[in-house]
């Protein structure tokens, strides 16, 4: 029969019991074993032990390291049994390892990690609110200490077991403090005059760029920023592509996230709060805005100065161009 419940510095023994008889029948086999929770390097160590009732015989006694077995080979007669049981025990004595050669196998652990709305921003005083979703908050592990501050959401994601916690925020970016810097991540796609694509990062001054009514609006400045603050996403796209002072065209006029600074970039231009229930203008129709995300980012930027309508389009939206370098 199978054995366990090693205990260190002291024997553990297992037996076989059948009314009150101990392997006490020749043939019957008893063996232990033990799970060694070290290294392989600082291995348990272990004796082997047996002891036996009556006129048994034990033979085939082995212990490999793992198992320690015992064979009775005696008659099974059963003659001077004392206090009601005769047969066959065996015995392991096993000692750990020195203090500080290994250990046991730590319980599994799992670490904490902070989940998307990590880096991201929210609006807690826009219409509706908005914070950090609770399934996004971690990824692996649970939330604790989830607080508002002055600027955004801390909080952490606790593991388990052994494992790691992680620490986690998102801003708020209604009380972000970034300069007025409307522009497009590098990527984003203007439409060109020809009907082309171009990425705007090579877009050159000079170039023409179409209008939503089709005319073609000359590039008088390209601007290239290395910029460090917040972009913005739509409707839950994870497209981060603009900042928060470039204007798109609605359907009630001109809009951004941060209307003064867009009118310090464009002083002639009346805009607005662009909000969530917003229409905006594409170049194929208008885009219901039902979400809005952002991100912190450090990374390059690009807008223009055109002449003309002083418009263009950018990933498929009817924008505004800057009258000043950002």
Same mark, same amino acid.
């Given at each position: ?5 090693? +205990?260190?510095?002291?024997? @553990? +023994?297992?037996?076989? #019991? @059948? ?12 063996? =232990?074993?033990?799970? /060694? ?20 015989? $034990? ?7 793992? $198992? ?74 649970? $939330? ?25 925020? %998102?801003?708020?970016? +209604? ?9 497009? &991540? ?5 439409? =060109? %005059?020809?009907?082309?694509? +171009? ?22 400045? !390209? ?33 951004? =996230?941060?209307? #003064?600074?867009? =009118? ?19 170049? /194929? ?10 991100? !912190?980012?450090? #990374? ?12 263009? &389009? ?8 800057? #009258?000043?370098?950002?």
């Amino acid at each position: 029969t199978s054995g366990g419940g090693i +205990q260190w510095g002291s024997w @553990s +023994q297992r037996q076989y #019991e @059948s009314d009150d008889n101990e392997c006490d029948s020749p043939g019957c086999q008893i063996e =232990m074993t033990i799970e /060694d929770n070290y290294s392989d390097s600082s291995a348990v160590t272990c004796s082997i032990g047996y002891q036996h009732r009556t006129d048994e015989v $034990v033979s085939g006694w082995r212990y490999d390291g793992a $198992v320690a077995t015992a064979t009775n080979a005696g008659s099974g007669d059963g003659e001077n049994c004392e206090n009601g049981g005769c047969g066959l025990q065996a015995r392991l004595y096993c000692e750990a390892p020195p203090q500080g050669a290994g250990g046991p196998t730590p319980p599994p652990g799992t670490n904490g990690s902070c989940g998307p709305a990590d880096g991201n921003a929210y609006n807690i005083g826009g219409n509706p609110p908005t914070e950090p979703p609770v399934a996004d908050r971690c990824s692996t592990g649970s $939330v604790s200490g989830y607080t508002t501050s002055g600027d955004g959401w801390d909080w952490s994601c606790t593991g388990s077991g052994t494992g790691a916690s992680d620490s986690c925020f %998102a801003i708020d970016f +209604q009380s972000f403090e970034g300069g007025p810097e409307g522009c497009f &991540i590098e990527g984003t796609q203007v439409l =060109m %005059a020809d009907g082309s694509l +171009q990425a705007i990062e090579l877009v050159r001054e000079g170039d023409q760029v179409q209008d939503r009514y089709g005319n073609s609006n000359t590039v008088l400045e !390209k601007f290239e920023i290395d910029f460090e603050g917040l972009v913005f996403a739509f409707n839950n796209t994870e497209h981060y592509f603009f900042t928060d002072t470039h204007p798109f065209l609605t359907t009630e006029g001109w809009k951004s =996230m941060n209307p #003064e600074g867009s =009118m310090i970039e464009s002083p002639d231009l009346t805009v607005s709060l662009l909000e969530i229930g917003d229409y905006v203008i594409m170049e /194929d129709g208008t885009l219901l805005i039902e979400a809005i995300a952002a991100k !912190k980012t450090a #990374e390059k930027v690009y807008n223009f100065n055109l002449d003309g309508t002083e418009e263009y &389009i950018a990933d498929g939206y009817v924008v505004h161009n800057t #009258e000043l370098k950002p």
